[in-house]
């Protein structure tokens, strides 16, 4: 793992991908981790697991995910952190083909941006979108969960929310220095699949004093689709809305 620093900053790389020929099936970012994964066994940046022939045996790694598989609106994206990036712009992504469910795509164009972003503290909060559903919960603590009031439930979220934020920042080598706040404003919850288990989903507005990049992630299965954000944009000041 990459040394801890007081703030910092992470290199993230995303790959959008178009196949050679359709995809038919629904949204389904675990097949093209599982996919990745089968191809660069030997690499446990793309499953989270020892190699094959590492001699304690197959073992989860438990760490936070270098490199993402994601679902947005009908586009495939792949998005790497830290030593993860540079793994995926190694690829030979052209021409790659590969095996999702029941069927074998071949990778058309591949178009990867790569930046380096500076995670810092800001003065005032900062609004985030969730992309998709939020997975701060297991099976045990939702039923716990369940029990609480909705003035209970709301602090509870919030406090996950800076659990969350904080284990991700720290997963990537990052130690914010000052005291991090977030809230959580719920829009709806839903429910979620994740390796034959039914959680329980939540999308909204994440507000923290973190300048975070857009896909930056957090919560549960993150690697598998969810828990992503991206900044919501502000009015321009003297601007009309006409919704």
Request: proline share 9%; with cysteine; charged share 20%.
């Amino acid at each position: 793992m990459s040394p801890v620093q007081s703030c910092g900053f992470v290199d993230m790389a995303t790959v959008r991908l178009e196949w050679r020929t359709p995809y038919h099936g629904p949204p389904a970012p675990h097949l093209l981790r599982g996919a990745l994964a089968e191809r660069f066994a030997d690499n446990p940046l793309f499953h989270q697991h020892t190699p094959p022939d590492d001699p304690g045996g197959d073992r989860l790694l438990y760490r936070y995910p270098r490199i993402h598989y994601r679902w947005d609106h009908g586009d495939w994206l792949v998005v790497g952190f830290g030593e993860g990036a540079q793994a995926l712009l190694a690829l030979p992504w052209p021409s790659l083909s590969l095996r999702l469910g029941e069927q074998t795509l071949e990778v058309l164009e591949a178009t990867c941006t790569m930046k380096c972003y500076a995670v810092v503290p800001t003065p005032g909060l900062v609004r985030y979108r969730f992309r998709a559903p939020w997975l701060p919960l297991n099976q045990e603590n939702y039923a716990r969960y369940r029990t609480l009031s909705a003035d209970e439930q709301m602090a509870e979220r919030d406090r996950l929310a800076v659990a969350g934020l904080l284990m991700a920042l720290r997963g990537l080598g990052i130690e914010f220095p000052e005291r991090l706040y977030a809230a959580f404003q719920l829009h709806r919850s839903q429910p979620c699949s994740y390796k034959d288990q039914e959680l329980v989903g939540f999308t909204g507005i994440l507000l923290t004093n973190v300048d975070l990049p857009d896909g930056f992630a957090l919560g549960r299965a993150v690697s598998h689709g969810y828990g992503w954000i991206v900044r919501e944009k502000q009015p321009q000041p003297g601007s009309n809305n006409h919704d």
